[in-house]
C-alpha cells in the first residue's frame, strides 16, 4: 500500500532484497545501505544459480544468497527491491517482484525509457519516484553518466534555462563490471586480454561505451541524450554527447558545456549556486590546481564539479569538468537514495 508520498508502512520498517548481490554494484548497495544506515526489518540476498549457497556478509550479519526464481518473492513480505542483474534479468523478474508486492529500484537500461516508469535522481525529480506506487511498480535508476551530469544541470537549468548542452565524458572502467576492472589490470601487467572491450583499454581511450546505432552515435551517448530529456522533463533541451572508456578504474570524468537561454552575471555567480545545491561539492582554484579529480571522488558519493568558466563563443554559456564515483552514485548510492525517497 502506499500514500501519495511514498509505501504505507503503518509504522513498521521495510522488508528490502537486493537483486544480483554479488556483482559489483550489488555488493556495493549492501555497503551503502549499512553506511547510511537504511532502516528494513528483513533482508533477503538474491543472485544466479551459480551463485546461490554462497554467504555474504551484510549488516553485522551473514546471509545465505538465494537463487532468483520465479517464486523468489511469494511470501516474503518485500517492500523494496534493489535490482543490478542486468537488462534480461530485470524484465523478466522486476514485474514478478512488483506483482509480489515490491516496489523495484532497478540499475539495469531495461526500464529507463518506458514512458510509465519514472526515472530517478534523487536531488533532480524526488517527486516522480511516487509515480512508480500505483503504477507499474518500477522505478528506473538512471545511467550512470547521466546521474551526475544533472545534478549538475538542474540548479543551472532552473535559475537560466538550458539551451543545449554538449557532453565529452571520460568514464573508467568501473562501468563495465569486474571485467572492465580486469582488462584494465592485465593491460598495466603487460598483457593485451581483451574481455570486455574490443582493444585494450592501458594506454587507450577508446570512443566506444555500448554498441554503434545507425545514426553514428553509440547506445551510452543516446542513452545520456535521451535521459537527461526524460528527467529534466524537457525534450526542447539540445544535447549531444561523445562518450570515451579511459584507463581508470572508478570514477567517470566529464567535459560538459552548456548554453542558457538567459543571461547570468559572473563565472562566482554560477560557482555560489552550485556550491548551495544538493549533491554537489565545489572544486574550483585553478591557481591552486584545485579542480575535481577521479581519485577524490572514489568511494564517495558527491557530484564534484570545477573549472567553472564562461563559454565565450555564445551570448549566455558556460563550460565546467564534474566528477563522480559511478559505482556509488552513478548505481548503488542513487538507487538506495531512492529507496530512502519510498519510505520518507
Not at 36 to 58: C, M, N, Q, W
Not at 67 to 73: I, P, Q
Amino acid at each position: 500500500m502506499a500514500t501519495q508520498g511514498g509505501l504505507n508502512l503503518s509504522g513498521r520498517k521495510p522488508n528490502i532484497a537486493v537483486v544480483g548481490a554479488t556483482g559489483l554494484v550489488g555488493g556495493t548497495f549492501l555497503r551503502v545501505l549499512e553506511e547510511r544506515k537504511f532502516p528494513y526489518e528483513k533482508a533477503y540476498l538474491f543472485a544466479s544459480a551459480k551463485s546461490a549457497g554462497k554467504t555474504v556478509a551484510f549488516d553485522g550479519k551473514d546471509y545465505v544468497i538465494e537463487e532468483l526464481t520465479e517464486t523468489a518473492f511469494d511470501g516474503k513480505g518485500i517492500d523494496i527491491a534493489l535490482f543490478s542483474a542486468g537488462g534480461g534479468t530485470s524484465e523478466k523478474f522486476s514485474p514478478i517482484a512488483a506483482a509480489a508486492g515490491a516496489v523495484v529500484v532497478d540499475n539495469s537500461s531495461q526500464w529507463r525509457m518506458d514512458p510509465d516508469v519514472p526515472l530517478v535522481v534523487p536531488e533532480v525529480n524526488p517527486e516522480d519516484a511516487a509515480a512508480a506506487i500505483g503504477g507499474k511498480g518500477i522505478i528506473a535508476n538512471p545511467n550512470c553518466s547521466t546521474i551526475q551530469a544533472v545534478v549538475v544541470l538542474k540548479p543551472l537549468y532552473d535559475k537560466y534555462g538550458i539551451k543545449r548542452v554538449i557532453y565529452s565524458t571520460y568514464q573508467a572502467v568501473a562501468g563495465s563490471g569486474i571485467k572492465g576492472i580486469k582488462d584494465l589490470e592485465e593491460g598495466i601487467k603487460g598483457n593485451d586480454i581483451c574481455v570486455a572491450y574490443p582493444h585494450p583499454i592501458f594506454g587507450n581511450c577508446l570512443p566506444h561505451i555500448d554498441v554503434f546505432l545507425d545514426n553514428g552515435y553509440t547506445k551510452e551517448e543516446m542513452k545520456m541524450v535521451n535521459e537527461t530529456h526524460k528527467i529534466l522533463h524537457d525534450d526542447r533541451i539540445g544535447v549531444t554527447a561523445t562518450t570515451v572508456r579511459v584507463p581508470v578504474f572508478t570514477s567517470h570524468s566529464e567535459s560538459i558545456n552548456v548554453e542558457f537561454e538567459k543571461p547570468f552575471g559572473s563565472d562566482q555567480e554560477i560557482k555560489d549556486l552550485l556550491a548551495a545545491s544538493p549533491g554537489i561539492v565545489l572544486r574550483d582554484d585553478p591557481a591552486h590546481n584545485v579542480y575535481p579529480l577521479a581519485r577524490e571522488a572514489t568511494d564517495t558519493d558527491p557530484v564534484y564539479v570545477g573549472r567553472i568558466r564562461r563559454d565565450e563563443s555564445v551570448a549566455s554559456g558556460i563550460n565546467f569538468w564534474c566528477v563522480a564515483d559511478n559505482v556509488r552514485k552513478g548505481a548503488a548510492t542513487n538507487a538506495v537514495q531512492i529507496a530512502e525517497l519510498l519510505i520518507r
